[in-house]
């Protein structure tokens, strides 16, 4: 990542209110994303062939890789962990075959590492993948995943059966927060119902914004193109989710993996590993433990970050950091080199340039003196 210095930079923090329209405090929730959550989860690389023993590598290999000691504490298992049946008391159960042990058992095994477990369900009868959801069995759902020391919860939209997902989705947030346990409430609506108009006042502490991400620089383009004005929903405790990530996954080059983790982090997004972090070389490692990348990330300047100026294919983006500095990713979405600057009018700034190779962007820290 490169730094440069220049002058005078005026930082404009976006005031943003904690009372939604239905009356809920964002106050009343319990703070446990302060900043935006870090960790992993096994959607993107494993989808339904997730097991116990992927689980635990994974917990592993995020300490073993140094990303915990960086920040990186959620290991989340996404769908397909849950039997296809609910047990006779009506509670979901692990799949004995993929999770013989257990959930209790991993989780007694993710925090004996220092770190927290995230589960997955959905506000609908079935999950994505047609195994058992939690409509209509929040409280039993939620007082079980509290048993077994779940931190995290990731609540999906399948089958929601036509009914509002502002109730399906507040049901949940009230049964978490009845359940005995602090539990980070990740709201997966995608942006039709766009949630980040109600999902603060479901008690969820961030939601995604677009539909699901794929391998790939069209995909990292159009959900950063998706972004535009959702900046105000966005604040500690509430965070835009943009998607896990891709990094690591095999389907961008390096530069366009940077590309995509820097301007997640422009966003102030939650940065979730989406790679098997047991079989990961040395470019995923580097990006995804980038010290400079992840306090963009984790700091709140006032406003997450947004595209401020552009010409042609490339575009300048821009957020505010708590220090007065401002990060900055100068982006190139086109296929050839070209020289991106900040100027003036964009940052109040001199201008300052950088040649970006094709797919690639620039992430720089431009403080005033
Ligand atoms: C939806 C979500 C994904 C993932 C899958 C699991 O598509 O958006 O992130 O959780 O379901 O089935």
């Given at each position: 990542?490169?730094?440069?210095?220049?002058?005078?930079?005026?930082?404009?923090?976006?005031?943003?209110?904690?009372?939604?329209?239905?009356?809920?405090?964002?106050?009343?929730?319990?703070?446990?994303?302060?900043?935006?959550?870090?960790?992993?989860?096994?959607?993107?690389?494993?989808?339904?062939?997730?097991?116990?023993?992927?689980?635990?590598?994974?917990?592993?290999?995020?300490?073993?890789?140094?990303?915990?000691?960086?920040?990186?504490?959620?290991?989340?298992?996404?769908?397909?962990?849950?039997?296809?049946?609910?047990?006779?008391?009506?509670?979901?159960?692990?799949?004995?075959?993929?999770?013989?042990?257990?959930?209790?058992?991993?989780?007694?095994?993710?925090?004996?590492?220092?770190?927290?477990?995230?589960?997955?369900?959905?506000?609908?009868?079935?999950?994505?993948?047609?195994?058992?959801?939690?409509?209509?069995?929040?409280?039993?759902?939620?007082?079980?995943f509290a048993s077994w020391g779940v931190d995290l919860l990731k609540y999906d939209d399948c089958y929601g059966e036509g009914r509002p997902a502002v109730e399906r989705f507040t049901t949940m947030g009230r049964a978490l927060e009845a359940?005995?346990?602090?539990?980070?409430?990740?709201?997966?609506?995608?942006?039709?119902?766009?949630?980040?108009?109600?999902?603060?006042?479901?008690?969820?502490?961030?939601?995604?914004?677009?539909?699901?991400?794929?391998?790939?620089?069209?995909?990292?383009?159009?959900?950063?193109?998706?972004?535009?004005?959702?900046?105000?929903?966005?604040?500690?405790?509430?965070?835009?989710?943009?998607?896990?990530?891709?990094?690591?996954?095999?389907?961008?080059?390096?530069?366009?993996?940077?590309?995509?983790?820097?301007?997640?982090?422009?966003?102030?997004?939650?940065?979730?590993?989406?790679?098997?972090?047991?079989?990961?070389?040395?470019?995923?490692?580097?990006?995804?433990?980038?010290?400079?990348?992840?306090?963009?990330?984790?700091?709140?300047?006032?406003?997450?970050?947004?595209?401020?100026?552009?010409?042609?294919?490339?575009?300048?983006?821009?957020?505010?950091?708590?220090?007065?500095?401002?990060?900055?990713?100068?982006?190139?979405?086109?296929?050839?080199?070209?020289?991106?600057?900040?100027?003036?009018?964009?940052?109040?700034?001199?201008?300052?340039?950088?040649?970006?190779?094709?797919?690639?962007?620039?992430?720089?820290?431009?403080?005033?003196?």
């Amino acid at each position: 990542m490169n730094r440069s210095i220049a002058c005078a930079l005026v930082v404009s923090a976006l005031v943003v209110g904690t009372t939604t329209a239905s009356g809920y405090l964002n106050e009343q929730k319990p703070m446990l994303a302060a900043t935006p959550p870090m960790g992993w989860s096994s959607w993107n690389a494993l989808g339904c062939a997730v097991d116990e023993k992927a689980v635990r590598g994974n917990a592993d290999a995020m300490v073993a890789s140094g990303m915990a000691a960086v920040g990186y504490t959620y290991v989340d298992i996404d769908d397909c962990w849950m039997a296809p049946q609910r047990d006779a008391d009506g509670r979901l159960q692990a799949d004995p075959m993929r999770f013989p042990s257990g959930i209790k058992a991993i989780a007694d095994y993710v925090h004996g590492k220092g770190l927290k477990l995230g589960i997955y369900s959905s506000a609908g009868v079935a999950t994505c993948e047609n195994l058992p959801g939690s409509l209509d069995h929040e409280k039993t759902d939620a007082k079980t995943f509290a048993s077994w020391g779940v931190d995290l919860l990731k609540y999906d939209d399948c089958y929601g059966e036509g009914r509002p997902a502002v109730e399906r989705f507040t049901t949940m947030g009230r049964a978490l927060e009845a359940s005995g346990r602090d539990i980070l409430y990740s709201v997966c609506a995608w942006s039709e119902v766009q949630p980040w108009r109600w999902a603060a006042a479901t008690g969820a502490h961030y939601w995604r914004t677009f539909s699901d991400i794929t391998d790939s620089w069209d995909a990292v383009v159009a959900i950063a193109d998706q972004q535009a004005g959702l900046g105000p929903y966005s604040r500690p405790n509430g965070w835009n989710d943009p998607d896990m990530l891709e990094v690591g996954n095999g389907g961008m080059t390096s530069d366009e993996y940077r590309a995509h983790i820097s301007l997640w982090a422009l966003l102030n997004a939650p940065l979730m590993a989406g790679n098997d972090l047991r079989r990961m070389d040395a470019t995923p490692h580097d990006l995804l433990t980038n010290r400079e990348m992840i306090a963009v990330d984790q700091d709140w300047g006032g406003t997450q970050g947004r595209e401020v100026a552009e010409e042609g294919d490339l575009q300048v983006w821009a957020k505010p950091m708590s220090s007065g500095a401002a990060a900055v990713v100068l982006l190139n979405r086109g296929t050839d080199a070209g020289q991106a600057y900040t100027t003036a009018a964009d940052l109040g700034l001199p201008r300052a340039s950088a040649w970006v190779p094709p797919h690639a962007a620039k992430m720089l820290i431009v403080a005033p003196h």
